[in-house]
């Protein structure tokens, strides 16, 4: 278990998704939400899940992915499958750990998503329609999985 999973806070970490594992979870809702940063206050939108209390802040990149398997209607997520995962991802000059959309089981085929940040090239995504199982991991538990979602 990673020492950070310990520590449970409001939302969601990447580091209580085991790293090589899937898990799929189901759009309850999405709403902005005031989050107090080093720089201040800033708005941040958060996705709500059926199967969990604690929410997901969603970035960027996980939100053009989203838009572009459901639609850029946040309305539209409801009722919707996401499949996400834990990689290392680019937090300024340092490698992080960070959750990333894997697909959907929802989608009725592979897709490429072009992820069009501020001030960079567009980048490629692929997304994949994943496992029809409603809220399964992709991997049989482990002593140090934290199945966030079940308190």
């Known amino acids: 278990m990673h020492y950070r999973a310990m520590f449970r806070g409001d939302y969601i970490a990447a580091v209580e998704i085991p790293e090589g594992r899937e898990v799929t979870r189901t759009i309850r809702g999405v709403e902005i939400v005031s989050?107090?940063?080093?720089?201040g206050v800033s708005e941040k939108p958060v996705v709500h899940f059926e199967e969990s209390p604690r929410g997901w802040v969603l970035n960027r990149t996980n939100?053009?992915?989203?838009?572009?398997m459901f639609g850029e209607e946040t309305n539209g997520w409801r009722g919707k499958r996401v499949t996400l995962y834990r990689t290392q991802v680019?937090?300024?000059?340092?490698?992080?750990?960070?959750?990333?959309?894997?697909?959907s089981p929802d989608l009725d085929r592979d897709i490429t998503?072009?992820?069009k940040l501020p001030r960079?090239?567009?980048?490629?995504?692929?997304?994949?329609?994943t496992g029809s199982a409603p809220v399964e991991d992709t991997a049989p538990p482990t002593d140090d999985a934290m199945p966030w979602g079940e308190e």
Not at 35 to 39: A, C, H, K, P
Not at 63 to 68: K, S
Not at 120 to 129: E, F, I, K, N, Q
Request: charged share 35%; with cysteine; glycine share 10%.
């Open 120 to 129: 960079r090239r567009p980048t490629p995504m692929r997304l994949r329609r």
């Open 90 to 103: 680019q937090l300024g000059r340092e490698k992080v750990p960070g959750i990333r959309v894997a697909g």
């Open 35 to 39: 989050m107090e940063s080093e720089d």
């Open 63 to 68: 939100a053009e992915c989203l838009a572009g």
């Open 113 to 115: 998503v072009k992820v």
